[in-house]
C-alpha cells in the first residue's frame, strides 16, 4: 500500500514537472518569435522607411550581427537577421501579436518560402496538431496540402487555407494516395500482407499522424463470427470528430472489385452489430497498392458516402514524381 501511494505521488510530481517544463519552452519559444518579429519590423523601418521594397543595406545588417553578438552571443548572424526581416514582411500585416504566433521560430523559418496559401494551411495543421518541425517537413514533403486539395472544389480549396483540415464528413477524412515512407518497406522489395500490416503496427503513431485528424487505434485482426464463418478485419480505428468506427483492409496488388465487395460486408456488420444507435456509420478503407478509379466508380453506388478505395506508397516522391502523379490523379478525375 505504501509503495503504491509513493507511485502515485511520483507520477502526480512527474506529471506536474513535465506540464511546468512544456509551459515554459511555449512560453519561451512565442516570446522568441515575438521577439524576432519586432527585430524584423525595427530593420525594416530603420532601412527602408518601412517600404516594403526599398533597398536595405548589407553592411548595416553585417554591423549590427557584429554587435548583437558581441552583446548576447550566437544566434544574431546577418542570414538571421535578414530571416527576420524576411519574418515581418510575411507576417507584418492583418491579426494582432497575439493570435498570430502559435508555433515556433524553426517552423516560420521553414514556412515563409511556401506560397501564402499552402503556408497558411501548413501553419494551421502544424499548431492544431503540434506538429514537430521534423513532423511539419515530413507531411509538406509528402504534399499532403496537394493531396487534400485533389478531392475539393474551389471553395473548399480555399477553406483549406484559411481553416486547415476540418473533418465534417467521411470524404473530408481520406487521402489518395497514403504515404507510407516511415513504414521502412522498400519499393522494390517483395513482402506479404501480414508483414504490411506488422510494419504498420510497429509505427502505429506515424500510421495516425498519416491518417490524420480525431483517429484512434482500436485493435488489429479484429474477429466476427458470421454463419459459423470467422472473419478478420486487418485494422480497426475510431474517429472522434466523425464519430464512426473506420477499418481499413490491406491489399497488396491491384484493387479488384470483390476487394470493395469485402470491405462493404465488413461496414455492414459493424453498422448493425458493433456501432451504438447514436454513432454514425462506419467508414470502410481498402488500402491497396493500385486502382483504378473507373472501376472504383462502377462498382460502389453514386451516392456511396462509407466505402473508399486509396492508394499507398511506401515511398516519399521527388516533387518532380508529385507533380507528374497529381497530374495523372487530376486527369483520371477529369475522365
Not at 71 to 95: H, I, P, V
Not at 123 to 134: H, K, M, T, V, Y
Not at 260 to 289: A, F, H
Request: net charge negative; proline share 2%.
Amino acid at each position: 500500500m505504501i509503495i503504491e501511494n509513493k507511485n502515485v505521488l511520483f507520477q502526480g510530481i512527474k506529471d506536474l514537472l513535465y506540464n511546468a517544463r512544456a509551459y515554459v519552452i511555449k512560453t519561451v519559444n512565442s516570446a522568441m518569435v515575438i521577439t524576432y518579429f519586432e527585430i524584423g519590423r525595427l530593420i525594416i523601418e530603420h532601412e527602408q522607411g518601412g517600404q516594403e521594397k526599398a533597398l536595405y543595406g548589407e553592411e548595416t545588417l553585417k554591423q549590427l550581427s557584429i554587435e548583437l553578438t558581441n552583446e548576447f552571443g550566437k544566434g544574431f548572424s546577418a542570414t538571421n537577421l535578414k530571416q527576420m526581416r524576411t519574418f515581418y514582411l510575411t507576417y507584418g500585416k492583418g491579426q494582432t501579436l497575439s493570435a498570430k504566433f502559435t508555433i515556433s521560430w524553426s517552423h516560420y523559418v521553414f514556412l515563409m518560402r511556401l506560397e501564402p496559401n499552402e503556408r497558411n494551411f501548413y501553419e494551421i495543421e502544424a499548431a492544431q496538431n503540434n506538429w514537430s518541425l521534423r513532423e511539419l517537413k515530413r507531411q509538406f514533403d509528402s504534399a499532403l496540402y496537394d493531396r487534400l486539395q485533389l478531392s475539393r472544389n474551389k471553395d473548399e480549396v480555399k477553406a483549406l487555407s484559411e481553416k486547415g483540415q476540418v473533418i465534417t464528413t467521411p470524404q473530408d477524412a481520406i487521402k489518395d494516395p497514403y504515404i507510407l515512407e516511415f513504414l521502412g518497406l522498400k519499393e522494390d522489395k517483395s513482402y506479404s500482407e501480414s508483414e504490411l500490416e506488422q510494419a504498420i503496427i510497429d509505427k502505429i503513431e506515424h500510421f495516425l499522424l498519416e491518417l490524420g485528424k480525431g483517429f484512434s487505434f482500436v485493435g488489429r485482426q479484429q474477429r466476427f463470427t458470421f454463419g459459423e464463418e470467422h472473419f478478420f478485419v486487418d485494422l480497426v480505428f475510431y474517429n472522434r470528430l466523425l464519430r464512426c468506427f473506420v477499418i481499413i483492409d490491406l491489399k497488396l496488388g491491384k484493387l479488384k472489385h470483390q476487394d470493395l465487395g469485402q470491405i462493404q460486408m465488413y461496414v455492414n456488420y459493424y453498422d448493425r452489430y458493433v456501432k451504438t444507435e447514436d454513432e454514425n456509420p462506419t467508414i470502410g478503407i481498402v488500402l491497396c497498392k493500385d486502382k483504378e478509379n473507373s472501376l472504383v466508380e462502377i462498382t460502389l453506388p453514386k451516392d456511396n458516402q462509407q466505402i473508399f478505395a486509396s492508394a499507398y506508397q511506401t515511398y516519399l516522391p521527388t516533387k518532380e514524381e508529385w507533380t507528374a502523379q497529381l497530374v495523372d490523379i487530376e486527369t483520371s478525375l477529369d475522365e
